[in-house]
Nanobody
Framework: QVQLVESGGGLVQPGGSLRLSCAAS????????VAWFRQAPGKERERVSC????????NYADSVKGRFTISRDNARNTVSLQMNSLKSEDTAKYYC??????????????WGQGTLVTVSS
C-alpha cells in the first residue's frame, strides 16, 4: 500500500535545530515532488517547503527561508527537512505530501499522518 510516514518531531528550544524525515513505502518517492506543510492549532495548513522530483527545484515559504533546508535521499526513499534557528512560531504539526508537481494549494496526491514539532523554552 502507498504510505508516507513522517518522523523526527519533538520538543526543541528556541534557536535549536530539528531534522524531519518523510519516508515512502509502496511507491518510489523520487518520481514525485514532495512538500512539507505545517498546521498549528486554529490555523490553516500552510506549505513551508517543496522539492521537485529531480531535486533541482526547491521552494521555501518566506517565514522559513534561510533557516530550513529540504533535501531528498533517493536510496532511502525519503525526503528530509532540516530546521535550524527554530522559533516558537514554528510550533505546528508537520506533514509531508507527494504530488506530480510542487503546486499551489493543498491538492497533493499523498499525505502522511504528521509529526508534532514544539519549539518552547
Amino acid at each position: 500500500q502507498v504510505q508516507l510516514v513522517e518522523s523526527g518531531g519533538g520538543l526543541v528550544q528556541p534557536g535549536g535545530s530539528l531534522r524531519l524525515s518523510c519516508a515512502a513505502s509502496g511507491f518510489t518517492l523520487s518520481q514525485y515532488a514532495v512538500a512539507w506543510f505545517r498546521q498549528a492549532p486554529g490555523k490553516e495548513r500552510e506549505r513551508v517547503s517543496c522539492i521537485g522530483s529531480s531535486a533541482l527545484y526547491t521552494n521555501y515559504a518566506d517565514s522559513v527561508k534561510g533557516r530550513f533546508t529540504i533535501s531528498r535521499d533517493n536510496a532511502r526513499n525519503t525526503v528530509s527537512l532540516q530546521m535550524n534557528s527554530l522559533k516558537s512560531e514554528d510550533t505546528a504539526k508537520y506533514y509531508c505530501a507527494a504530488n506530480q508537481f510542487c503546486q499551489p494549494g493543498l491538492g497533493y496526491a499523498y499525505w502522511g499522518q504528521g509529526t508534532l514539532v514544539t519549539v518552547s523554552s
